[in-house]
């Protein structure tokens, strides 16, 4: 009897008279090396669908700053997009992070997201000065923060200088943690929209006071003053 190198031993068939491989050697070969890759796997491809959060200090004044990160779309479906929602110097910001070109330094773009099956909302994003591949909003940061918060995925679209539009999805179920640490680190307050998942928002109301024609709109427009009116009573009575 003889060893084979490949398969480990091997043994004689009495019906033929020739020398079969031992595959009892080579499965626990296989096992070691399937345990073994279930072992590292995890850490890059299962990182890689969570979002983080993550603290830094900024090289030129020395002060830290936190924000969370989104996971990278699935290759192959989608654009390499990332969302980061960013707290520094007590200032809220959502910005993306693209691999192809979006427009020139300092130029306004449009940045579309929808959450869940919600109608899409557009809101503007400006480059950085630096960057050509890199936008942020500062104005709508918590509003686009607040929607995240009430999803479980959320889809974007980003129309470029050269009419190409960017696409990314990402989920959502994971992001409540890093995302509420960063709020939390910029001093600001939960909107009641996050602990309610069936309110209304705001851009459902927009997409819906759109298809109303002029004069239900203005009938609208007036039931809304009034509330407001009364809300402000209200208030003041209280103080």
Request: with cysteine.
């Amino acid at each position: 009897m003889k060893h084979n190198r490949a398969f480990g031993i091997a043994y004689m068939d009495a019906g033929k008279g020739r020398a079969l491989p031992d595959y009892r050697s080579f499965n626990k070969a296989a096992q070691r090396l399937i345990v073994a890759l279930l072992f590292f796997c995890p850490l890059s491809a299962f990182a890689d669908n969570t979002w983080s959060y993550h603290q830094e200090s900024d090289r030129l004044s020395n002060r830290s700053y936190s924000f969370a990160l989104s996971p990278m779309p699935p290759r192959g479906l989608y654009d390499n997009v990332r969302l980061k929602i960013t707290c520094k110097d007590n200032a809220l910001q959502v910005s993306i992070d693209a691999d192809s070109l979006i427009a020139s330094q300092g130029s306004d773009f449009d940045f579309e997201y929808q959450i869940d099956k919600n109608p899409p909302v557009t809101l503007p994003m400006k480059t950085f000065k630096d960057s050509k591949r890199k936008g942020y909003t500062e104005e709508y940061a918590k509003r686009i923060v607040d929607d995240l918060l009430t999803g479980q995925s959320v889809f974007i679209r980003i129309n470029t200088m050269i009419r190409k539009v960017l696409s990314a999805v990402m989920p959502l179920e994971n992001a409540a943690d890093p995302i509420k640490h960063v709020i939390t680190d910029c001093g600001l307050s939960l909107s009641d929209n996050t602990s309610n998942e069936s309110a209304y928002s705001l851009s459902e109301f927009e997409q819906e006071f759109g298809k109303l024609p002029s004069v239900q709109q203005q009938q609208v427009l007036s039931k809304i003053k009034q509330i407001i009116k009364d809300t402000q009573k209200a208030l003041l009575i209280e103080k």
